[in-house]
């Protein structure tokens, strides 16, 4: 049976890593997305130039098959955006050791 102290280094410092990635709050799957969208004034400027439209960040994300996208307030933003880093280095430490227990599995090592 495998202990922590049975482990390679590089191993036990994967799982040392989820650990201070999931000590901070937050952590969310989804893209950002920034969209451009006129409003409803006629001499407002997002309607003509170079950069048409109002920018407005929202989280693309598919809940139950189905693609959703959520409106992000601009004071959200920075914390939204955080959340979806954090996602995305969890994912990227389990797939690493999955492939270990994996690699494990194939050569029957404890």
């Keep these: 049976m495998l202990t922590p102290s049975s482990l ?12 201070q990635i ?3 709050p937050g952590v969310m799957r989804g893209n950002p997305v920034l969209s451009r969208r006129t409003c409803g004034k006629s001499s407002c400027g997002c309607h003509g130039g170079p950069r048409k439209g109002h920018p407005s960040l929202y989280l693309g994300i598919s809940l139950k098959g189905k693609h959703h996208m959520v409106y992000v307030p601009p004071e959200w933003r920075d914390r939204v955006r955080e959340w979806v880093d954090r996602y995305a280095q969890v994912r990227e430490v389990l ?3 999955s492939l270990a227990c994996l690699k ?3 050569s029957r090592e404890e």
């Design 8 to 19: 390679p280094a590089w191993e036990r410092d994967l799982y040392s890593r989820l650990r």
């Design 22 to 24: 999931l000590n901070r």
């Design 95 to 97: 797939e690493r050791l």
């Design 104 to 106: 494990r599995l194939k």
